[in-house]
């Protein structure tokens, strides 16, 4: 029988964190205490004064079509959000609002990717970006920075890795899976490989931007000798702990932006009205809640680090950013337990939730084979119960 499914879907992988989260959920229905450490979700609950804006946004009757590219009022408070917090200038023109930053991503790949054209994607990576670059039949370019470099693109490495067929590299600061982030100076080193390369866009995925342990965020965005180049994405899912309200914003070129709007409209149209007016609220209204959270990430980044630092055989660095650490567990790789073998990162981690019933995900699917990811963005309490557990598995292999 013929396959009814569509080439550009059968190419696609499925989510490895949704997959692991799925096999934590399934494993809690049993009455199993499982401890999810997969998925990059805050367990803090949105903020009062934004889910106060969205009871009145109700009451006020914002149940009707919202503008493809966002409510004006909310792209204009995206735009001093820029100019407070980045010092950057654009108009609410160049600013398009999506059904979250994953969409946002997507919006801005498939208008500027075409087929063949290369995408650099520094690895450790996220494992939608590949796919999305499936998705505009463009090819990725995987760059690969190990721990030994924090995790972090060299300007050399991208110097090596570009090619007249490259059409973007694609930049996440603070970093999923890593939590790397790059510093002003080693952003202006990556421009000036860019500057020889006027036909290479940057695509800066900022959506961990308030989650940085040090100090001000930079964006490349900032950088004037490229700046007509660079495509932000952002959003209120971590930052604001509103990750269920889906919405994701990009900053961009005219061209790009008007571009992202067109495509949206055809296949989504404008995000959820309510939510927009609680993104609006978050951006406008008292700022201390983030600040709040990012406190409490810092201090369950140093618990995890130094409790991490304690397995025997595993690399720990020091993430700077975001709620994700990425150990190198390759020295467990291809010992065995009960007569199975853990060849892979994903069979640590599958061994792991089976017996220490803690989840996390694999580096394999982030493109780090011997490397797990764990997110911290979970009670400190948790994280030593999950950390005390993996360490006791761990031991068991042979």
């Known amino acids: 029988m013929k396959n009814i499914l569509s080439a550009r879907l059968t190419a696609l992988s499925p989510s490895e964190t949704f997959a692991m989260a799925q096999k934590s ?24 004064h934004i889910k106060e804006a969205a009871k009145k946004a109700v009451d006020d009757n ?81 760059v690969y920075a190990g721990i030994g470099q924090n995790y972090k693109l ?46 290479v866009y940057v695509i800066a995925d900022e959506i961990y931007e308030h989650i940085n342990y040090i100090g001000q965020h930079v964006s490349i965005a900032q950088f004037d000798a490229i700046r007509d180049r660079v495509i932000v994405v952002n959003g209120v899912s971590k930052g604001y702990a509103m990750t269920g309200w889906r919405i994701g914003w990009i900053a961009a070129p005219q061209q790009i932006a008007s571009a992202c709007s067109l ?79 853990v060849q892979t990162a994903a069979d640590l981690s599958m061994y792991i939730l089976e017996e220490a019933h803690v989840a996390c995900v694999g580096g394999d699917a982030f493109g780090a084979p011997g490397c797990l990811r764990l997110s911290y963005a979970i009670s400190d309490a948790n994280i030593t119960e999950a950390i005390a557990r993996i360490k006791r598995t761990l031991e068991k292999l042979a």
């Open 25 to 48: 959920n399934e494993l809690k229905a049993l009455g199993i205490d499982v401890i999810n450490m997969s998925v990059g979700e805050p367990d803090f609950t949105t903020p009062d």
């Open 62 to 142: 914002y149940s009707f079509y919202s503008p493809v590219a966002g409510f004006p009022d909310l792209r204009e408070a995206i735009c001093d959000k820029l100019s407070r917090e980045n010092s950057l200038k654009y108009t609410p023109a160049q600013i398009v609002v999506s059904g979250g930053a994953k969409q946002s991503l997507c919006n801005v790949i498939l208008s500027i990717i075409d087929k063949g054209e290369e995408v650099i994607i520094p690895t450790p990576c996220w494992v939608s970006y590949p796919e999305m670059v499936k998705l505009a039949e463009g090819t990725t370019l995987f």
């Open 154 to 199: 060299t300007p050399r490495q991208l110097e090596e890795a570009i090619t007249p067929a490259t059409k973007a590299l694609l930049l996440c600061s603070p970093s999923n899976p890593t939590g790397s982030v790059y510093t002003e100076p080693e952003l202006a080193a990556i421009v000036r490989v860019l500057e020889k390369h006027p036909q």
């Open 263 to 341: 495509l949206q409209g055809q296949y989504t149209s404008g995000a959820s009205s309510v939510s927009q007016r609680a993104a609006l609220a978050a951006y406008s209204g008292d700022q201390r809640c983030v600040s709040e959270m990012r406190t409490a990430f810092e201090r369950r980044r140093n618990l995890i680090v130094k409790q991490l630092g304690e397995i025997p055989g595993l690399k720990v660095n020091i993430p700077m950013g975001a709620f994700y650490i990425l150990p190198d567990c390759s020295c467990y790789l291809g010992r065995s337990y009960g007569g199975k073998r």
